[in-house]
């Protein structure tokens, strides 16, 4: 569902379960669903589930990484600073920051996910 409709900005009132849900390629188990992307900054909005124990390598981005995790429980850490969130738990991480994180070991963990430019995924050791 692109939204970069002539430059406009049509506005997006959504549910979970109303959602376009696509496999996530290399990922066994994991979906995503695009909510919106600006035509302006190329910034995206998604919904994502990744299965219970799934650990993303450490990694960075050019755009600002904001998270509100939705469903099952997700360990964050940008720096020194660690926090394992919990449903409703919100995290900013600024661009060019080296991440880590996982999902729990219970169950899936599904989160909204919104960066605020273009996409891209460097690996912590590309800095």
């Not at 994502?48 to 650990?55: E, I, M």
């Not at 939705?70 to 600024?94: T, W």
């Amino acid at each position: 569902m692109l939204l970069a409709q002539s430059g406009a900005n049509p506005p997006v009132i959504l549910n979970q379960k109303d959602a376009v849900w696509t496999p996530e390629t290399g990922t066994p188990n994991a979906d995503g669903a695009l909510l919106r992307e600006d035509p302006q900054t190329g910034g995206l909005e998604l919904f994502v589930h990744y299965p219970a124990g799934h650990v993303f390598a450490p990694h960075w981005h050019s755009a600002n990484e904001r998270i509100i995790l939705i469903e099952g429980a997700m360990s964050i850490q940008v720096g020194s600073m660690h926090k394992e969130l919990q449903p409703g738990g919100y995290a900013f991480l600024p661009a060019k920051q080296v991440q880590t994180m996982s999902c729990g070991a219970a169950s899936r963990c599904g989160f909204y996910v919104y960066w605020d430019g273009k996409l891209d995924n460097h690996k912590a050791t590309d800095k």
